[in-house]
């Protein structure tokens, strides 16, 4: 080999040697990045999943209160709608009475006989009467009764009656009713004094 191809031999190993070195120096910087990369997201970690976390909570609340806020317009309207169409079951089964009413008035114009009047507005009062209770509404019995303010209203204080009828119900002006054991109108009596 001459001086020419000797030369060339070196030069092509000086060559490739810097490409080697190139290559492990690029090869060092990157691991050195990385490794400052891992070392800045492990600092940056906590932060990020804090910030992750929070805008997770915010999403789940923003959802939250939308449903809250859904739920709460759904039973404003739903309580309009009950207070509307709540006495709707009652007026139904009044509806058959009122027919009855109706039917008494019209053949009470054919009768003249006070006593079939009277019949047919028992029946229909009774029927009344039936219908109320199968909604809950009781009478309050003020017959020998002590007076309750609970139930009673006074409306007369009656004197010298004696000392066993102080204190009880002489008289109903008004009959009371309960619906559901809640008084709903209180029965106006006359006391003993």
Same mark, same amino acid.
């Given at each position: 080999?001459?001086?020419?191809? !000797?030369?060339?031999?070196?030069?092509?190993?000086?060559?490739v +040697?810097?490409?080697q070195?190139?290559?492990?120096? &690029?090869? +060092?910087?990157?691991?050195?990045?990385?490794?400052?990369?891992?070392d800045t997201?492990?600092?940056?970690?906590?932060?990020?999943?804090?910030?992750?976390?929070?805008?997770?909570?915010?999403?789940?609340? +923003?959802?939250?209160? &939308?449903?809250?806020?859904?739920?709460?317009?759904?039973? @404003?309207?739903?309580?309009?709608?009950?207070?509307?169409?709540?006495?709707?079951?009652?007026?139904?089964?009044?509806?058959?009475?009122?027919?009855?009413?109706?039917?008494?008035?019209k053949?009470?114009?054919s009768?003249?006989?006070?006593?079939? !009047?009277?019949?047919?507005?028992?029946?229909?009062?009774?029927?009344?009467?039936?219908? !109320?209770?199968g909604?809950?509404?009781?009478?309050?019995?003020?017959?020998?009764?002590?007076?309750?303010?609970?139930?009673?209203?006074?409306?007369?204080?009656?004197p010298?009656?004696?000392?066993?009828?102080?204190?009880?119900? @002489?008289?109903?002006? &008004?009959t009371?009713?309960?619906l559901?054991d809640?008084?709903?109108?209180? &029965?106006?009596? +006359?006391?003993?004094?």
């Amino acid at each position: 080999m001459d001086e020419k191809e !000797l030369n060339e031999e070196e030069q092509l190993t000086d060559e490739v +040697a810097e490409e080697q070195t190139a290559d492990e120096m &690029a090869v +060092a910087e990157n691991e050195v990045s990385v490794e400052e990369t891992e070392d800045t997201a492990e600092a940056k970690d906590p932060l990020e999943l804090a910030n992750e976390q929070a805008a997770e909570w915010k999403t789940k609340y +923003a959802y939250l209160a &939308a449903e809250f806020d859904n739920y709460r317009k759904r039973t @404003i309207k739903e309580r309009a709608e009950l207070i509307l169409n709540g006495g709707e079951k009652v007026i139904s089964t009044l509806l058959p009475v009122l027919d009855d009413m109706e039917r008494a008035i019209k053949n009470g114009e054919s009768t003249e006989d006070p006593a079939v !009047l009277r019949e047919g507005m028992e029946l229909i009062y009774h029927k009344l009467v039936k219908v !109320l209770e199968g909604h809950g509404v009781q009478k309050i019995e003020t017959e020998n009764a002590d007076f309750d303010t609970d139930i009673h209203e006074a409306v007369a204080m009656v004197p010298g009656m004696g000392d066993d009828k102080k204190g009880k119900v @002489i008289d109903c002006l &008004a009959t009371g009713y309960k619906l559901n054991d809640k008084v709903i109108r209180h &029965a106006k009596v +006359a006391v003993g004094q």
